[in-house]
């Protein structure tokens, strides 16, 4: 890019443009999705983002996009998903735990009434322990 040349907006990903790119990563992901770090593999995943760009810049009714888009778009749609996906799973823990707490609360007061020696003993107030004397205890031992 010149100096002297404007940048444009970038224009927002359409469904069309979100599938090629779900389609090339799903061909790529053995290295884009490899957690290593080390120069070669973030040299060689730059290089593999670089040939998804001109793969998919060749695509019919797509816009031009720099590799550096479609990389931010594929994070943005995974984040997207991970939120979903978490969220889902609270939903689902809360769905299957409420039926357990709602029968939990309905039995709790016959729970109560069969222990109440174990589960009130808490309320009363506690009794004193008796006070060691280092001396009656070794009269104990003598005697």
């Known amino acids: ?3 002297n040349e404007i940048i444009k907006p970038a224009k927002y990903f359409s469904e069309l443009e979100k599938s090629i790119l779900l389609a090339l990563v799903e061909k790529y ?3 884009l999705e490899c957690k290593k770090s080390d120069a070669r593999t973030i040299a060689l995943k730059q290089r593999t983002w670089q040939a998804l760009a001109h793969e998919y810049n060749s695509q019919p009714s797509v ?3 720099d590799f550096k888009q479609l990389k931010k778009c594929w994070e943005n749609i995974k984040a997207r998903t991970k939120k979903i996906m978490a969220h889902e799973r609270r939903e689902k823990v809360k769905r299957s735990v409420s039926p357990l707490l709602s029968t939990h609360v309905l039995g709790k007061e016959k729970i109560a ?3 109440p020696e174990q589960l009130y003993f808490l309320q ?6 008796p006070e060691y004397h280092a001396d009656a205890a070794t009269q104990g031992i003598g005697a």
């Open 124 to 129: 009363s107030p506690p009794e004193e322990e």
């Open 29 to 31: 992901k053995y290295v």
């Open 1 to 3: 890019m010149q100096n």
């Open 63 to 65: 816009s031009l996009r």
């Open 113 to 115: 009434n069969m222990l």
